[in-house]
């Protein structure tokens, strides 16, 4: 059972910049296809980013140039980070770490449904 812990939310200006963690421990296969999501208030949880097991990023057309997902692999931990630049209000969201058995993602790793394992959120606050 793969374990995802989320964390480096908190609150900035627009314009600032915060770096988001993700743990994941627990996984059997070596690779894993992993996602980065978020959910606004009153929102559905939308996608943000997905990176491949062979370190191949993708990205929604909000965050494109702003935001870079990486990975690092551990000896029993694999970590996850989405690097946040440029923030604005409306980036303001509970964001989740996702993972799915890959290596690849496929298209459905930019839909909720294609991810089987999720962490609990950490939130981030984009003032203006």
């Known amino acids: 059972q793969v374990q995802l812990v989320e964390s480096g939310g908190g609150s900035v200006q627009a314009g600032g910049s915060l770096r988001l963690s993700c743990a994941a421990s627990?996984?059997?296969?070596?690779?894993?296809?992993m996602g980065w999501f978020r959910q606004a208030p009153g929102k559905e949880r939308e996608w943000v980013a997905s990176?491949?097991?062979?370190?191949?990023?993708?990205?929604a057309d909000s965050v494109k140039g702003r935001f870079t997902i990486s990975q690092d692999n551990g000896k029993n931990t694999l970590y996850l980070y989405l690097q946040m630049n440029s923030l604005k209000p409306e980036d303001t969201a509970m964001y989740f770490c996702?993972?799915?058995?890959?290596?690849?993602?496929?298209?459905?790793?930019?839909?909720?449904?294609?991810?089987?394992?999720w962490g609990k959120g950490t939130l981030v606050t984009i003032s203006s």
């Open positions: 996702a993972a799915e058995r890959g290596p690849y993602c496929t298209g459905a790793a930019m839909t909720v449904d294609g991810f089987s394992y």
């Open positions: 990176i491949d097991g062979f370190s191949r990023a993708l990205y």
């Open positions: 627990g996984y059997t296969y070596s690779s894993y296809c």
